[in-house]
């Protein structure tokens, strides 16, 4: 079974910070997609940031310029690079990968961002 653990989140203040990290059971090769998708309360979950075929990436308007979403293969890792952050921003990110038309989802890792 793929699992996917995410780490990297906290409490930055408007304008900082963060890297999130998503470690995968599975050999990224096998992988047929990788995201980063965040949900806050009372709001849907949305996509940020995707690699998919190609090795091309997807952003949501909201984050471009801003996010970028990367991968290690030697260690199996996806990252989201978050640099200034603003309050909107605030949610439960979530890593997620697709293997052979199955969809996985890691547990989430809380991002703040004070203003």
């Known amino acids: 079974q793929v699992q996917l653990v995410e780490s990297g989140g906290g409490l930055v203040q408007a304008g900082g910070s963060l890297r999130l990290s998503c470690a995968i059971s599975?050999?990224?090769?096998?992988?047929?997609?990788m995201g980063w998708y965040r949900q806050a309360p009372g709001k849907q979950r949305e996509l940020v940031a995707a690699?998919?075929?190609?090795?091309?990436?997807n952003y949501a308007d909201s984050v471009k310029g801003r996010f970028t979403i990367s991968r290690d293969n030697a260690k199996n890792t996806v990252y989201l690079q978050m640099n200034s952050l603003k309050p909107e921003d605030t949610a439960v990110y979530y890593c997620?990968?697709?293997?052979?038309?199955?969809?996985?989802w890691g547990q989430g890792t809380q991002v703040t961002v004070s203003s």
């Open positions: 997620n990968v697709v293997r052979y038309w199955i969809n996985y």
């Open positions: 599975e050999s990224i090769f096998s992988i047929n997609s």
């Open positions: 690699i998919i075929s190609g090795d091309s990436t």
